[in-house]
């Protein structure tokens, strides 16, 4: 597995690991990227990438895209799902159906906060269903829950201990 920093270039990856990050469930029929880019509540993690601040990392085996974190600054007016404030910015993250469970995710997760930290972030949110299994996953990895709803946990990673 090859992880490197997401470039202009990667917008159809990103696009393609949302689409792995909303069909999370086993046996979800997977929509098509356009399906799930025309709702305004997905499409702005990926339009217009990249914006100033964004950042992230893309996995790769082979030429195969197996996943994917990347993050992005909200406004309070645009929130994002795990919106925290306009200084944090949310992290997503896809990994695809077939490569799940098998350290991919743990994988972007450390490099995606390495980045963010390198780069001068002190914090990344984001946002994950209550039964999604990834949510011990982000647990093990230093995510902090904050908020709750009947659906989903909001979870925040302090950065500031990776800082370089």
């Known amino acids: 597995m090859l992880l490197r920093p997401a470039t202009a270039a990667d917008v159809d990856v990103l696009a393609a690991m949302l689409v792995e990050a909303a069909s999370w469930r086993p046996g979800t029929v997977r929509r098509p990227v356009a399906e ?3 709702l305004p509540g997905n499409a702005h993690y990926v339009q217009g990438w990249p914006r100033p ?4 990392v893309v996995a790769f085996e082979g030429d195969e895209a197996i996943g ?3 993050w992005r600054l909200f406004a309070a ?3 994002g799902y795990g919106w ?3 200084h944090t910015p949310e992290l997503s993250i896809g990994v695809a159906e077939g490569r799940r469970r098998q350290g991919v995710g743990t994988a972007l997760l450390a490099a995606a906060a ?3 930290a390198a780069s001068g972030l002190a914090r990344l949110c984001l946002s994950v269903e209550l039964d999604n299994p990834a949510q011990r996953l982000y647990g093990r990895t230093g995510w902090l829950e904050v908020s709750r709803s009947s659906r989903a946990a909001t979870m925040v990673l302090p950065l500031d201990s990776r800082s370089p």
């Open 77 to 79: 007016d645009d929130p």
């Open 36 to 38: 799930v880019l025309a």
């Open 84 to 86: 925290v404030d306009k």
């Open 68 to 70: 994917a974190a990347w």
């Open 114 to 116: 390495e980045a963010a």
């Open 53 to 56: 601040g964004d950042g992230g």
